[in-house]
Nanobody, 116 residues
Framework: VQLQASGGGLVQAGRSLRLACVTSGITFRITTMGWYRQAPGNQRELVATISGGGMTNYGYSVKGRFTISRDNAENTVYLQMNSLKPEDTDVYFC???????????WGQGTLVTVSS
């Protein structure tokens, strides 16, 4: 199983970034995919999830600015991040969770740094 996240980097406040997480070894089309973020010493925080059926859920702090989407043909989940703020600076992690809890995998993080 692999979850390969990419797209992080340094960006100025107000700009955009798009993260991608390419997966293999899971039944992607039925898997709930998610993005979470975590700063050192803090708890991991929900950013957004998308179910196999396309239902989405967002963390309060990113609603209206971030959009999660998925491409089942490419086994990839995306996170479009607009109007970035310095407080969005974090390591972002990709998650893959089976709807019946048969697996719950995490990818390596990708660092997003937003400068003011």
């Amino acid at each position: 199983v692999q979850l390969q996240a990419s797209g992080g980097g340094l960006v100025q406040a107000g700009r955009s970034l798009r993260l991608a997480c390419v997966t293999s070894g899971i039944t992607f089309r039925i898997t709930t995919m998610g993005w979470y973020r975590q700063a050192p010493g803090n708890q991991r925080e929900l950013v957004a999830t998308i179910s196999g059926g396309g239902m989405t859920n967002y963390g309060y702090s990113v609603k209206g600015r971030f959009t999660i989407s998925r491409d089942n043909a490419e086994n990839t989940v995306y996170l479009q991040m607009n109007s970035l703020k310095p407080e969005d600076t974090d390591v972002y992690f990709c998650n893959a969770k089976h709807p019946l809890d048969r697996y719950d995998y995490w990818g390596q993080g990708t660092l997003v740094t937003v400068s003011s």
